[in-house]
């Protein structure tokens, strides 16, 4: 989704006043059990996808039964979705935990990856080379339909092991675009995605490590930097870690 706003472009000595598209970005309020949980900013679209990916890479929900009731709601001055969880969820013991685990609260660190990985399931190997993840390069270009018209969004896109392009979904947030493909593969119980390659435009933070993690995807792939704790948690989880991914070179942390 985008916005036209008139802009002044400077360009070789000369000024022109033109119009420009500008990715949206607006605010959506998840509220679970009828009190206000987090707001996500986002690109509006798939906010019931992009939902259950936060939820279930924060580790509120772990399967679709998790989830009494989900629906969006419009407001005048807000976009909401409600959240009800299942019986047997307890979110005061999984909030907790979510909390813990997110790279914004600043207490990250190596408990958090201790954490984390006790209760991962082991992500199987999948050896791919270098030259391999190149060539996806162009597929995931193509993938990508917000980007050429307002280069203001990030991309996540899963690829299987044979380089056929499953899904990709975009958004102005990095880690809202990998929600919304992970939340499409909850919904359709697809997850561990265990035969998948993770391509992302963005850097590779702590947070979009954890999310793969959590989604069990052996390999990722990012176009910008690695943090250096994004490197320990991939290592910890046994995610194949690589950035730096362009048409001609690509890094491997090991």
Known sequence: MTRKFQIERFSNGQCAVSTDLLSVEEPLLVVVNGKPFATLMRSPGEDIALTEGFLFSEGIIAKPDDLASIETRQHETSQEVHVRLAAHCHPSETASRSIYLSSSCGVCGRSSIDELTSRLEPIPRIDVQAEFLIGLLPRFAEGQKQFP?????????????????????????????LDKLVGKAFRLGQLPLHNGILLMSSRASFDIVQKTAMAGIPVLATMGAASSLAADLAKACGIELFCFLRSSSVVNLR
């Open 149 to 177: 018209v307002s280069g203001g969004v990030h991309a996540a896109a899963l690829f299987d092991a044979g380089g056929a392009l499953l899904a990709i979904e975009e958004d102005v947030g990095r880690h809202n675009a």
